[in-house]
Antibody, heavy 117, light 109 residues
Framework: EVQLVESGGGVVRPGGSLRLSCAAS????????MTWVRQAPGKGLEWVSG????????GYADSVRGRFTISRDNAKNSLFLLMNSLRGEDTALYYC??????????WGQGTLVTVSS | QSALTQPPSASGSPGQSVTISCTGT?????????VSWYQQHPGKAPKLLIY???KRPSGVPDRFSGSKSGNTASLTVSGLQAEDEADYYC?????????FGTGTKVTVL
């Protein structure tokens, strides 16, 4: 069974940093591109970042480019999102999803990031 | 990277059909075959319904169908059922990024 489990969320002050992790199981991670999607409370889905299966290609939403870095460790079946210079508008539930060109066929349950002073 | 435009709401009675539009530009919806649709129930993670404009993953009922014309994609839910009441989002590839739609709340009357 495919499983994606996010962790690393929490409360952080504006300007702070967090590193999210996504543990993958039930499939071979290095066969798939992976993606982070977020959802602010009561709002819609927002694509955040994607990474190719071998990590050689990455993409970012304009709203996070230069502040967030996506990476992966296929040997450890893990996906990461390093978030720096966090702002109030980054407050959201962050999902990791399997896929990269919009075919996000499996999702985790999300990890909540709250940016507040 | 502006969000794709969807109607905020749509509704229908059980057994009826509802169609949700998703309007973008030639840089996203109109330029790629990678348009997908997701269903999200309250408090749950999104679920993939349609990918590559009109393909259904295994396990998704054929009541859900997708199409595209120019810069607008559409999702049709036929034979509405109570469990179809949810939020629906489109998503399109846009070069080195992807973009979701604004979301549509479907109500089953």
């Amino acid at each position: 069974e495919v499983q994606l489990v996010e962790s690393g969320g929490g409360v952080v002050r504006p300007g702070g940093s967090l590193r999210l992790s996504c543990a993958a199981s039930g499939f071979t991670l290095d066969d798939y591109g992976m993606t982070w999607v977020r959802q602010a409370p009561g709002k819609g889905l927002e694509w955040v970042s994607g990474i190719t299966s071998n990590g050689g290609g990455t993409g970012y939403a304009d709203s996070v480019r230069g502040r967030f870095t996506i990476s992966r460790d296929n040997a450890k079946n893990s996906l990461f999102l390093l978030m720096n210079s966090l702002r109030g508008e980054d407050t959201a539930l962050y999902y990791c999803a399997r896929g990269i060109t919009g075919r996000y066929d499996h999702w985790g349950q999300g990890t909540l990031v709250t940016v507040s002073s | 990277q502006s969000a794709l435009t969807q109607p905020p709401s749509a509704s229908g009675s059980p057994g009826q059909s509802v169609t949700i539009s998703c309007t973008g530009t030639s840089s996203d919806v109109g330029g790629y075959k990678y348009v997908s649709w997701y269903q999200q129930h309250p408090g749950k993670a999104p679920k993939l319904l349609i990918y590559e404009v009109s393909k259904r993953p295994s396990g998704v009922p054929d009541r859900f169908s997708g199409s595209k014309s120019g810069n607008t994609a559409s999702l049709t839910v036929s034979g509405l059922q109570a469990e179809d009441e949810a939020d629906y989002y489109c998503c399109s590839h846009a070069g080195r990024s992807n973009v979701f739609g604004t979301g549509t709340k479907v109500t089953v009357l």
